[in-house]
T-cell receptor, first 112, second 114 residues
Framework: GQQLNQSPQSMFIQEGEDVSMNCTSSSIFNTWLWYKQDPGEGPVLLIALYKAGELTSNGRLTAQFGITRKDSFLNISASIPSDVGIYFCAGREIQGAQKLVFGQGTRLTINP | GEEVAQTPKHLVRGEGQKAKLYCAPIKGHSYVFWYQQVLKNEFKFLISFQNENVFDETGMPKERFSAKCLPNSPCSLEIQATKLEDSAVYFC????????????FGSGTRLTVV
């Protein structure tokens, strides 16, 4: 099946620092999504990207849909303690039932 | 409601017992998806529904897993004769459409098989 490679697997940063994570795929997707998961909760949608090359912001978050449609990145600027959690990229398949394929997640830890 | 409601929050079953999980999608959402999140956070797709019809069941271990979405009832995921490796968090998600929409996830059911 399709796989997404998400990196880094974990990040340990100081409060106020910027964060960058990315996902790559061997397959093309028609939608890229970024989710955040807090402990004991389901993933919450942060940003959705629908067009190749699209750059979208949501507050301190910025994400881009790669031109090749095989990659995406998420940046978080000026991190704050509530940014702690696990971030997942997800690509929506083009064919068939268009289910989501998830990356392995990036665990973000922030030192105050 | 505006959230995907999953019950129960936690479920403990002895190996070989049956487990049944429930999901009430957001009103007006016609697509329901079940995912299994195992150790190391990996999400595995199980099955999706368009209203009460199975849309994609390519991820279902068919010999022990079954799922339904019946009109006017919560959707359900049932595991017959649970095994230790079924221990995971099971997430349900719903969406209005298929193309171009992100899902809304429930809070999950943590199944522990002992």
């Amino acid at each position: 099946g399709q796989q997404l490679n998400q990196s880094p697997q974990s990040m340990f940063i100081q409060e106020g620092e910027d964060v960058s994570m990315n996902c790559t795929s061997s397959s093309i997707f028609n939608t890229w999504l970024w989710y955040k998961q807090d402990p004991g909760e389901g993933p919450v949608l942060l940003i959705a990207l629908y067009k190749a090359g699209e750059l979208t912001s949501n507050g301190r978050l910025t994400a881009q849909f790669g031109i090749t449609r095989k990659d995406s990145f998420l940046n978080i600027s000026a991190s704050i303690p509530s940014d702690v959690g696990i971030y997942f990229c997800a690509g929506r398949e083009i064919q068939g039932a268009q289910k989501l394929v998830f990356g392995q997640g990036t665990r973000l830890t922030i030192n105050p | 409601g505006e959230e995907v409601a999953q019950t129960p929050k936690h479920l403990v079953r002895g190996e070989g017992q049956k487990a049944k999980l429930y999901c009430a999608p957001i009103k007006g959402h016609s697509y329901v998806f079940w995912y299994q999140q195992v150790l190391k956070n990996e999400f595995k797709f199980l099955i999706s529904f368009q209203n009460e019809n199975v849309f994609d069941e390519t991820g279902m271990p068919k010999e022990r897993f079954s799922a339904k979405c019946l009109p006017n009832s919560p959707c359900s995921l049932e595991i017959q004769a649970t095994k230790l490796e079924d221990s995971a968090v099971y997430f349900c998600a719903s969406s209005q459409g298929v193309a171009g929409w992100g899902y809304t996830f429930g809070s999950g059911t943590r199944l522990t098989v002992v």
